[in-house]
């Protein structure tokens, strides 16, 4: 993913690369410099952050943000949506019991332990 190498320090190696004398020992790294600053070139117009992105390490996740324009950061790419977990009336009670039961009797708390 192309996106990840979008980093400030790596696109001043990419310029030491692209203006040095193109030898055998550097042509994959011009043509992976070139193509990285292609796309990174081909995303900025639509994603003005990407500017602000230069200066941090992004996962895959955040690569795939990024790319999207940041479209659908919290929903599930797999057609899930934005879903919040509900509770049901007795597991509402069971929580409710179980707070009252701890707040009577603090021994028995068991992150305290």
Not at 37 to 56: D, G, S
Not at 81 to 94: C, D, I, L, R
Request: glycine fraction near 6%; include cysteine.
């Amino acid at each position: 993913m192309p996106v990840m190498l979008f980093q400030a320090r790596l696109f001043r190696v990419f310029q030491g690369v692209l203006h040095a004398k193109m030898g055998k020992h550097n042509e994959e790294l011009h043509r992976l410099a070139t193509f990285i600053v292609k796309q990174f070139v081909q995303i900025a117009p639509n994603n003005p952050k990407i500017f602000a992105e230069l200066l941090f390490f992004k996962s895959i996740r955040e690569s795939e943000i990024i790319s999207n324009g940041y479209e659908d950061v919290y929903n599930d790419h797999h057609g899930g949506g934005n879903k919040k977990a509900s509770w049901t009336e007795q597991e509402e009670e069971e929580l409710r019991r179980l707070f009252m039961e701890n707040q009577a009797n603090p021994e028995t708390d068991e992150v305290c332990k």
